[in-house]
């Protein structure tokens, strides 16, 4: 028995040219999926198409500002023009300023909701036809530990992935009918380029580590792994529902 086969499905990821969207690409497509990695920086969209052809794995980049609606929609209607059909939606991109909350500037809060979590809402309403088209879909919605609790900076991101928690919860219940099934995965802090200024200090890097019972950080394989379960037929019962990989951080 093959699990977690996603042959001929097509997956779209926004942000997926590079940390963990990137490693979600790769482990979807490495599944038989196609792929479609959508961001705003081209260079980086063809550097990461290399890597995944590299692997053998059928994929496409396609250009998209997320925080644009007119964007998005045109994004999958490209993926369907190209592909046929969408299965797949990874909502990953995502951004961050770590800041006080009286010291952000109100257009940096906006941009910050805007992108992680508006986006999620509008990639995933233009894509609702296209998965009533094929009799369902998957849709992986990318939060945070800080969707569960607060920190000392980054209310902004908190705010954000908190709500990326609650849309997961009530798509999956409202989409439920259409087998339309609707998850999110709370990463543990990860090596990732939003994390680096935090990592190469390597004091902070050991009191980041410390906050994980399983003494590392995450992966971006790590938070691939889940991703693929959720995508795949495996977690057909599965919905509303938020999954941390965060190597026992949130239960501590």
């Known amino acids: 028995m093959k699990l977690f086969d996603l042959t001929e499905k097509?997956?779209?990821?926004?942000?997926?040219?590079?940390?963990?969207?990137?490693?979600?690409?790769?482990?979807?497509?490495e599944a038989g999926a196609t792929v479609v990695i959508a961001g705003r920086n081209e260079e980086k969209n063809s550097q990461s198409?290399?890597?995944?052809?590299?692997?053998?794995?059928?994929?496409?980049?396609?250009?998209?500002?997320?925080?644009?609606e007119t964007s998005c929609n045109q994004l999958v209607d490209n993926v369907i023009s190209d592909f046929g059909k969408l299965n797949i939606l990874v909502?990953?991109?995502?951004?961050?300023?770590?800041?006080?909350p009286e010291e952000y500037d109100l257009d940096e809060w906006k941009g910050i909701i805007?992108?992680?979590?508006?986006?999620m809402f509008t990639c995933s309403k233009a894509s609702f036809k296209h998965f009533?088209?094929?009799?369902?879909?998957k849709i992986i919605n990318i939060g945070s530990m800080?969707?569960?609790?607060?920190?000392?900076?980054?209310?902004?991101?908190?705010?954000?992935?908190?709500?990326?928690?609650q849309l997961s919860?009530?798509?999956?219940?409202?989409?439920a009918k259409f087998n339309i099934r609707v998850n999110a995965i709370c990463p543990g802090y990860a090596y990732t380029n939003l994390t680096t200024a935090l990592t190469e200090d390597k004091e902070m890097e050991k009191k980041l580590i410390d906050l994980h019972p399983l003494g590392r950080l995450a992966t971006g394989e790590d938070v691939a792994h889940a991703a693929l379960f959720l995508a795949s037929d495996e977690s057909s019962f599965i919905t509303g529902a938020l999954l941390p990989v965060d190597g026992g951080y949130t239960a501590k």
């Open 10 to 29: 097509v997956a779209l990821v926004t942000g997926g040219n590079g940390g963990i969207g990137l490693a979600m690409s790769k482990a979807i497509g």
């Open 49 to 68: 198409i290399k890597k995944l052809e590299s692997l053998n794995i059928k994929c496409k980049s396609l250009i998209v500002d997320v925080v644009d």
């Open 91 to 100: 909502n990953n991109a995502g951004t961050n300023i770590r800041k006080r």
């Open 114 to 119: 805007d992108t992680n979590l508006i986006s």
């Open 132 to 137: 009533k088209d094929v009799g369902g879909g």
């Open 146 to 165: 800080h969707s569960l609790f607060g920190a000392p900076l980054g209310s902004a991101y908190s705010a954000s992935k908190g709500g990326v928690v």
């Open 169 to 175: 919860r009530d798509m999956g219940v409202n989409l």
